[in-house]
């Protein structure tokens, strides 16, 4: 086969082997040089020299060398950066579009907005109609994912920010309050050896770890208040750190999206086109996005979806996964759902029809496989809002001394009512002596 360069493949000749060439490209001469080589003995010799890029050629031909054949396509879909500001009405249509295909979808959802300027802070529980919309489209076959607890970090608008990973520093989280200004972490080489090093970034994983699993245990519990029960875990914007998987795991069961494959820099990730259960996830399923989504911003906004499932069509089996926004409306929705049944022998992924377990220290859930949720949880709405919403001093300060007036007033309340009660009974007694 031939590839053109111009499709953004970078590759290296494989030559001076015999067997025969299964991939070349051509040249500014004019000439098939071979980047994919199989011998006579069965060896494949790959020359690409970005595999994250071309992961579909490499992982067509290792299926290819170790004999396995092609499966089905398994597709997916997501609503995605459901945050409280959510326009409702928009995130129904979208839903609803998908249900009457019947298609199972899945529901990206972020508990909390942060406003960027003030830093005010709004909760999925403040907002009662958007609830009873991701409750109903919950019934109607969407399954719930918790999608970071605020997706912002710093002062970064929801949905547009970081959360797991300092972008601004491009390093690990190092501290538990996002206010404070990053500890920039030393190089490894600057270290006599590898037990120092570990050593030295001890307390910053502490601090790490901290963050994450009050992050992780919030989300969970904030959305299980309302009715809304995740089912897996997708990272914002795919970065955090192998640390942070590891804490996650301790969570979630399956991740959704992509996988950070670099500790020092966040502008690494990948995943490879099929459902995996990489080493670094420690124990996670991964469900890989694989052909993007619908950029507005774009001349053509479902141009690289369309090629990406073209490239789909071609590699056959794997995982086509994408997601959607529902702020676009219905403009490109019935499209991007058309192409993506283009894909012959496919199917669509409901998550609740797979084994999954999310769990906090008040809350479990739990699919069997079979459709249905099962869910134990000791927290209630009231709960969740004393537990997760007062994080500052001075709310908490101010919430004392709400309670405080409070408990006042109803005293002072109690106080008058006993007195106009002992009021009554002496004009009573008085009269019923003069009579």
Do not use: C
Not at 134 to 161: A, C, F, N
Not at 185 to 194: A, D, G, S, T
Not at 213 to 237: C, M, S, V, W
């Amino acid at each position: 086969s031939d590839t053109s360069l111009e499709s953004g493949v970078r590759v290296l000749d494989v030559s001076r082997l015999k067997g025969k060439a299964l991939y070349t490209y051509k040249a500014d001469d004019g000439k098939a040089h071979p980047f994919v080589w199989k011998t006579g003995k069965g060896n494949v010799y790959i020359g690409l020299t970005d595999l994250l890029n071309n992961n579909l050629l490499a992982a067509k031909q290792l299926r290819q060398a170790f004999g396995e054949t092609a499966d089905s396509t398994l597709l997916y879909l997501r609503l995605e950066d459901i945050s409280p500001m959510s326009d409702e009405k928009l995130l129904l249509q979208a839903g609803s579009y998908l249900h009457k295909r019947n298609i199972p979808f899945i529901l990206s959802v972020i508990p909390v907005y942060v406003n960027p300027e003030t830093g005010d802070k709004v909760y999925m529980s403040e907002k009662p109609k958007l609830v009873k919309v991701l409750r109903k489209l919950q019934d109607m076959g969407g399954s719930v994912i918790v999608h970071g607890y605020t997706h912002t970090y710093r002062y970064s608008e929801t949905g547009e920010g970081f959360e797991f990973w300092d972008a601004k520093a491009d390093q690990p989280i190092t501290s538990q309050n996002a206010e404070e200004p990053a500890t920039l972490l030393q190089k490894e080489q600057n270290f006599p050896n590898e037990e120092a090093y570990q050593n030295y970034l001890k307390p910053f994983r502490k601090n790490e770890e901290t963050y994450t699993r009050q992050k992780l245990t919030n989300a969970i519990e904030d959305l299980a208040a309302e009715g809304l029960y995740p089912l897996a875990f997708e990272a914002p914007h795919y970065t955090m750190s192998e640390h942070g998987y590891q804490i996650a795991s301790q969570y979630f069961t399956s991740l959704f999206g992509q996988v950070q494959l670099s500790d020092t820099t966040w502008k690494t990730s990948g995943a490879g086109p099929f459902v995996t259960n990489p080493a670094m996830l420690h124990g996670m399923t991964l469900y890989p996005e694989t052909i993007g989504y619908v950029d507005q911003s774009d001349q053509n906004p479902l141009g690289k979806v369309e090629e990406r499932i073209s490239q789909m069509i071609d590699f056959e089996g794997g995982v086509a996964g994408a997601f959607y926004h529902p702020y676009l409306g219905m403009k490109y929705l019935p499209e991007l759902v058309d192409q993506m049944e283009r894909i012959p022998n496919s199917q669509w992924l409901d998550v609740k029809k797979t084994k999954q377990t999310v769990k906090t220290d008040k809350v479990e859930i739990h699919t069997s496989g079979d459709g249905t949720i099962q869910v134990k949880s000791k927290v209630s709405a009231i709960e969740t809002f004393f537990d997760h919403h007062q994080q500052s001093p001075l709310e908490k300060a101010l919430w004392i001394l709400s309670l405080i007036v409070l408990l006042f007033v109803v005293m002072f309340v109690s106080y008058t009512l006993y007195l106009r009660a002992t009021l009554k009974k002496r004009i009573f007694k008085e009269r019923r002596s003069r009579g």
